[in-house]
């Protein structure tokens, strides 16, 4: 079961060895990572800096988005959410307000709800309104996540990905 006490906090070099052995399980997991290890070591400082930028400089075709990450009591990394402040046409189609990852290790433990409700608490204190949540249609444990959180199936999406996409919404009042 997830540590209730278990915290968002802003990324932050504090967590360089426990973040880069997640990306080493998400690896070993056949997740798709977009990180090399060894590369992302030597520019981790770096890396921080461009997902604290993110709420108010995004990079080029990106909206402004606020990146958590979920330390346990500990100080391990469990994972981490990506809380988006608003859709562009490509993100209502796919991805939505909220995108969050859980490091393999800790999966089936209750964190994937605790991070999506964490998050939902981020985002109305923001003022953002009602949410948009997807996941793949085969992903049963971010279908349990997001429904578990409020999240009322909208429809479903071709995304040319092989799979459907379910798009799910979130009221601002939930």
């Given at each position: 079961?997830?540590?209730?006490?278990?915290?968002?906090?802003?990324?932050?070099?504090?967590?360089?060895?426990?973040?880069?052995?997640?990306?080493?399980?998400?690896?070993?997991?056949?997740?798709?990572?977009?990180?090399?290890?060894?590369?992302l070591r030597q520019r981790f400082d770096e890396y921080?800096?461009?997902?604290?930028?993110?709420?108010?400089?995004?990079?080029?075709?990106?909206v402004p988005s606020t990146h958590y990450w979920l330390?346990?009591?500990?100080?391990?990394?469990?994972?981490?959410?990506?809380?988006?402040?608003?859709?562009?046409?490509?993100?209502?189609?796919?991805?939505?307000?909220?995108?969050?990852?859980?490091?393999?290790?800790?999966?089936?433990?209750?964190?994937?709800?605790?991070?999506?409700?964490?998050?939902?608490?981020?985002?109305?204190?923001?003022?953002?309104?009602?949410?948009?949540?997807?996941?793949?249609?085969?992903?049963?444990?971010?279908?349990?996540?997001?429904?578990?959180?409020?999240?009322?199936?909208?429809?479903?999406?071709?995304?040319?990905?092989?799979?459907?996409?379910?798009?799910?919404?979130?009221?601002?009042?939930?």
């Amino acid at each position: 079961m997830s540590d209730e006490r278990a915290r968002l906090a802003p990324p932050d070099a504090a967590w360089k060895d426990s973040y880069i052995d997640a990306v080493r399980e998400f690896i070993r997991a056949g997740d798709a990572i977009q990180w090399d290890p060894a590369i992302l070591r030597q520019r981790f400082d770096e890396y921080v800096r461009v997902l604290r930028q993110a709420e108010t400089e995004p990079l080029a075709g990106y909206v402004p988005s606020t990146h958590y990450w979920l330390i346990g009591t500990s100080g391990v990394f469990l994972g981490e959410v990506n809380l988006r402040h608003r859709l562009n046409p490509s993100l209502l189609r796919f991805g939505g307000h909220i995108g969050y990852k859980i490091r393999p290790s800790a999966r089936r433990q209750g964190y994937g709800k605790l991070i999506c409700r964490l998050a939902l608490e981020q985002a109305r204190a923001r003022g953002i309104g009602d949410l948009l949540l997807t996941c793949d249609d085969d992903n049963i444990g971010s279908i349990k996540v997001i429904e578990a959180n409020g999240g009322r199936g909208y429809d479903l999406v071709n995304n040319n990905r092989g799979v459907l996409t379910r798009r799910y919404w979130i009221r601002a009042g939930n």
